[in-house]
């Protein structure tokens, strides 16, 4: 070998140890630094005429698993879902209050049992009224207050959704800049290390905002899709987009998250078609479409099932009675029908009209069975009228019921045959149109008595909107029915049982006339919601979906009679007895024989529709029990994904990880060799000198 050669061989041992011992030096400097990859020199054996001349030293590479790489940002996705599920039902529960608390639903509803027990009593002052009434308008107040606090959350889920799509805009942005810059790179044969680095960083923390799936490329660059398998990055920028204007069928008030090709500059490009609905797309972003889309909106809903059977069990009771003197004028709730409508009831209702003292001035019984079953709203005004015979009168108007007492002194009140009660859908007459409810919404408070061959009344133009979602929040099918296929009900069960809802179940009408959906073997576990409803039934004020009971009307519209709320003294209490004849006084201070209708109503189970029947009761500590377990199970999840986490990136650090003994260790065996290699030049170097001075 000649002393070029040596001198060659020991120039290049020593760039390979400065190299090496560079790498070394880095990996320690970053031993902090998480997710960060130690680095090698890729070093091999230099040949030359087939004989081995010294080191080629190689650009350094990272020391990677891209499987267990891809183990962290699965397990990141799962972790970032499941601390935001947590966090946002230890919120929820904490918006319910603590137990024992006298303002926590149960509370309210033992004070307000306690208070209609109270009525009963046979020495009750009027402040016992007045207490109750206190105890309804208490209890209506915390269910407004927990709906108004699990609106502010379903907003915070909302700017929440804005400001991840923000970040995952940020990391999509810098990872395609840093694929650009791999890309070019390795074609110039550089090391990508250090910005392999930095994208698996940024790939990392994007794997906690949304699930993902990352697909290595030969020319360096990865490929990233959501967990729904919406493409995120290829060799274009992608950009989400939110809010975005959609048709894709999302609850109202949801909107959509859309995808946009971007520009180099950042300028907004095209759709890609593809939109985020799903909190299937997993990470941060998909717990949080999870609470604003099922969670939250489930949790009002509840809340509107308790002040649905909150007002079905006292309007029942209140509707049964009257109060002492009767009012002038009875004025009903928007029922959402017309006076073509079927009248559906069956049975006789007691029409009275009393003076200021309780006197019966006037009485009719209305034999509705008698009207037949074809006989519309129209014929039982008729038939009320006949029978008053002026002393007071019916009208209908805007799906109002109104009954009026013509002497401004004297007062009507409705009760029921105790032989043949009037029935329609379970509900007494008065009860039904809401003649003399305690509690007034202008969402409908009672099923609707529909059957197959009633009108829809969707005008040309409406819609009415829905979907079904699997267990995971995955929209299933979605429709809109029109109600083009025919004027009937029984017309839109058709459109909807031949649409695409119909291959997870079958649409029909209750008992009590409200729409009920059977899944079938395939649509086990999904969930009906409503998209969206320009409905007006019949040009009433009334939506569809509200009166087939899809859509619960807001707690926050229900409140206190104004006149009672004011005066509970007005609270009806009193009843008519049966079979009073004209000139006897029938109603006094004294008649309190209403006041055990409240405690056995309270006591009942009212029809819910979809959610079966239950007492008030029941339903308050149904919502509850179910909040409470959510939020057990959600913290159990979070303890679990973030150990499975930690264990993920545990497993991947102990493979590409820094150990500092390990580095030290290679820095002493580098040393070594530079001060080996330093001896060979310092050796050959002698040479030289010596055949130099030979020369001379």
Do not use: C, W
């Not at 039904?432 to 529909?450: K, M, Q, T, W, Y």
């Not at 009761?617 to 919502?623: E, F, N, S, V, Y």
């Amino acid at each position: 070998m000649s002393l070029n050669s040596i001198l060659n061989s020991a120039m290049s041992g020593l760039a390979a140890s400065q190299a090496g011992m560079g790498a070394a030096s880095n990996n320690i400097a970053n031993v902090g630094t998480a997710g960060y990859a130690r680095e090698r020199v890729a070093l091999s054996a230099g040949v030359t005429g087939g004989r081995t001349n010294g080191v080629l030293v190689g650009e350094s590479q990272r020391i990677a698993d891209r499987f267990l790489e891809a183990a962290v940002y699965g397990r990141a996705a799962m972790s970032g879902r499941a601390d935001v599920t947590a966090g946002y039902l230890d919120q929820l529960q904490a918006a319910i209050g603590q137990p024992g608390s006298a303002a926590t639903l149960p509370a309210r509803l033992d004070a307000l049992t306690s208070s209609a027990i109270a009525m009963t009593a046979s020495s009750t002052s009027p402040e016992a009224a007045a207490v109750f009434v206190g105890d309804v308008s208490s209890m209506l107040e915390t269910l407004r207050q927990t709906d108004d606090d699990v609106a502010a959350l379903r907003a915070n889920a909302a700017a929440e959704i804005e400001d991840t799509v923000t970040r995952v805009n940020g990391l999509l942005t810098r990872i395609h800049d840093l694929n650009d810059n791999i890309a070019r790179s390795e074609g110039m044969g550089r090391s990508t290390a250090a910005l392999a680095s930095q994208r698996m960083s940024a790939i990392g923390d994007l794997g906690g905002l949304i699930g993902i799936t990352v697909r290595d490329q030969p020319d360096g660059r990865v490929t990233i899709d959501a967990a729904d398998g919406t493409v995120l990055l290829d060799r274009r920028l992608r950009q989400l987009t939110y809010p975005a204007a959609s048709g894709s069928g999302l609850q109202t008030g949801s909107p959509a998250i859309g995808v946009r090709f971007s520009g180099e500059a950042g300028e907004q490009g095209p759709s890609t078609g593809d939109v985020i609905v799903s909190p299937q797309v997993g990470g941060k972003l998909g717990g949080l479409l999870d609470m604003r889309d099922r969670a939250l909106p489930l949790f009002s809903e509840q809340l509107s099932i308790i002040g649905d059977a909150l007002a079905y069990s006292l309007n029942a009771a209140s509707n049964a009675a009257t109060a002492v003197p009767a009012p002038n004028v009875l004025a009903g709730r928007d029922t959402g029908l017309v006076t073509a409508d079927r009248l559906g009831f069956s049975g006789t209702a007691s029409l009275s009209v009393t003076d200021g003292a309780g006197t019966l001035v006037a009485a009719a019984s209305i034999d509705f069975s008698s009207l037949g079953p074809a006989a519309t709203i129209a014929d039982a005004l008729a038939a009320m009228n006949t029978g008053l015979g002026g002393a007071a009168t019916a009208s209908f108007s805007d799906g109002r019921f109104t009954l009026r007492a013509t002497a401004p002194g004297n007062g009507v009140s409705v009760a029921q045959d105790p032989a043949m009660p009037a029935v329609r859908a379970g509900m007494s007459f008065s009860h039904f149109f809401g003649l003399n409810d305690l509690i007034r919404s202008e969402a409908p408070l009672v099923p609707p008595g529909f059957q197959p061959s009633d009108a829809h009344g969707i005008a040309p133009g409406q819609s009415l909107g829905l979907e079904l979602r699997d267990g995971g929040g995955r929209i299933l099918a979605s429709q809109y029915v029109t109600g083009t296929s025919g004027p009937a009900l029984a017309d839109m069960l058709g459109e909807l049982n031949a649409g695409p809802l119909s291959r997870f179940g079958g649409f029909s009408l209750d008992e009590s006339g409200r729409l009920a959906f059977e899944p079938s073997a395939a649509g086990g576990g999904v969930t009906l919601a409503v998209t969206g409803d320009t409905t007006d039934r019949l040009g009433t004020g009334q939506s569809l979906s509200g009166l087939l009971g899809l859509a619960r009307g807001p707690v926050s519209s229900m409140s206190v009679r104004a006149d009672i709320a004011a005066t509970p003294a007005r609270l009806p209490l009193a009843r008519v007895p049966a079979g009073a004849v004209l000139g006897q006084t029938v109603i006094g201070a004294g008649n309190k024989q209403g006041a055990n209708a409240y405690v056995d109503q309270l006591a009942a189970p009212v029809a819910l529709g979809r959610y079966g029947s239950a007492t008030v009761g029941q339903a308050a500590a149904r919502l509850i029990s179910s909040a409470g377990a959510e939020a057990s199970r959600a913290e159990d999840a979070r303890a679990s994904a973030s150990a499975r986490l930690d264990d993920a990136v545990s497993r991947r650090d102990s493979f590409s990880g820094v150990n500092v003994d390990e580095e030290l260790a290679q820095l002493v065996i580098l040393q070594n060799s530079y001060s080996a290699a330093a001896r060979v030049v310092a050796t050959a170097n002698d040479m030289y000198d010596t055949l130099l001075n030979m020369m001379r």
